[in-house]
């Protein structure tokens, strides 16, 4: 990919602060439109996953601060979320493996998103803390500026870092009263260079500050290189080790057992930092799994990818298989604005006779929005005994309809390739011309039902459920 990207924690800049002395909520907000080049997007992701660590190994407990993550484009993505803290290797490796949009600027939709999860995700009696990272001004001002109030007006802290000369002012002085917390630069180069300042701010009790309605176009100076080989030193390195059979593994230590664990896509472990690093960028031969549900551990991601998967109701696991009844479903969010080039789902399902007023096509895996518009599907069709599948790109669409057998176990599997799509029930495959990437959506997976009128519930059982960003190759003929 010919980037090369470094950050270097200097260890008198670790120890310049002492942590969070409040308990603190802090989310960052990360400019994924067209206008920001990819090693840029990637210095975005490096600047938050080493000031993150930072204020983590100085924090009083790995809970005082929570910190959530989102790209902003079009369309947001919610990388990680305040209420589900993580470890900072997991964390480290959803937000180095997180992909860029690259559209518009929609910075308003971001702010939208920020006072949802603080309303429904922060904790009581905490500061609340954003830090915007832009290049350019939001499609629409009047939005985002209106947007900015609201947030303020439950008690957002805006820390505002300006890259470039297309900065509009205004939006500046909606989002931030004080100067002291804008950083106007003039490259991503320079992000490095405001990371003491920003971590600071994040600290700080903005109640007490003095507030200056005077912004100041003040822009840094100098460039700065940076190692990712240095984002963690782990104390406990002893306990983890390289995979010998592949770089993009580790195996750690757990009491007398050793566990093999996944590094975040696109990255390898790194043996002198104990660490998945970004110097060590790689490319992936192999396809693996994002979600495995097998359910022999109830409802839990198998994959190593820590895929958080949220059962909404009605969804028994018995004998290590998951039944669904009376709008049962599962739901996860990792995929939501994450595939584009390939796309692979494999399950097995056992339907039941479901005796309603009418047969009609019944939904199993996809991303549905109410009104039934959707980037990938995989649903079942009652009255001619079909499963339907159906990819929607950015060239085109195609549907692909194979019977399956009713009251008995069906094989599934779905492969796109960004050149055709296939299908495969039990023995039976099809095939259609396909290319362009899939249409992005703020829709979650949902596996068992959706929010469209037109597609009910599943009734049945499902097991065995595989989901890939990638391309599975497909059987030899």
Known sequence: ?????????????????????????????????????????????????????????????????????????????????????????????????????????????????????????????TLLKAVLITDGYSKNIAKTIEEARMARNIGVDFIFVGIGSSIKFEEVAALVDDKSKVFLLNTFDE???????????????????????????ERRSGQISFDTTHIYTHPECLRV????????????????LTHRRRCARGV??????????????????????????????????????????????????????????????????RFNNAIQESLTIQFRFFPWVHWSKEKMRRAMIGNWDAYNKKS??????????HVVFSVHTSQGFSIIRIPYTPSRWNSV????????????????????????????SNEPMVIGSCDSTLVASYYGVMDDIYVYMCAVPKPET
């Not at 790995?62 to 290797?89: M, Q, Y």
């Not at 990371?195 to 200056?212: F, K, P, Y």
């Not at 028994?316 to 599962?330: K, W």
């Not at 290319?435 to 992005?440: A, D, F, L």
């Open 1 to 125: 990919m010919g980037l090369q990207i470094s950050f270097v924690i200097i260890m008198a800049s670790i120890s310049s602060i002492l942590g969070c002395p409040y308990q603190t909520d802090v989310v960052f907000l990360l400019d994924g439109s067209e206008s920001v080049s990819e090693s840029a997007f990637l210095q975005q992701k490096a600047f938050v996953v080493v000031n993150t660590a930072t204020l983590q190994m100085t924090a009083p407990s790995f809970r005082h601060l929570h910190v959530g993550v989102e790209v902003f484009s079009s369309d947001v993505s919610v990388i990680t979320e305040l209420d589900k803290p993580a470890d900072p290797d997991t964390f480290s490796n959803f937000v180095l493996a997180a992909t860029q949009p690259r559209d518009g600027t929609r910075t308003n939709m971001a702010l939208k998103t920020l006072r949802y999860m603080f309303s429904q995700q922060s904790r009581r009696n």
């Open 241 to 256: 080790s390289p995979d010998p059979e592949d770089p993009t593994q580790y195996l750690e230590k757990v009491g007398t």
């Open 268 to 333: 390898a472990f790194d043996p002198v930092t104990c660490t998945c690093a970004l110097k060590f960028i790689v490319g992936f031969t192999q396809c693996r799994p994002d979600l495995v549900l097998t359910f022999t551990h109830g409802i839990k991601d198998e994959s190593g990818s820590n895929t958080f998967v949220l059962k909404k109701k009605n969804v028994q696991i018995i004998e290590n298989e998951a039944r669904f009844f009376a709008e049962g479903s599962l739901e996860t969010w």
């Open 191 to 217: 992000l490095a260079s405001v990371s003491d300042e920003v971590r600071n701010a994040i600290c700080s009790d903005s109640s007490s500050a003095v507030m200056e309605k005077q912004i100041s176009n």
């Open 376 to 385: 990938y599907s995989i649903e079942v069709d009652e009255i001619k005994h």
């Open 413 to 440: 599997q779905m492969v796109y390739d960004n050149k055709q799509l296939y299908c495969q029930v039990n023995d039976l495959t099809v095939q259609k011309h396909l290319t362009g990437n899939i249409k992005t």
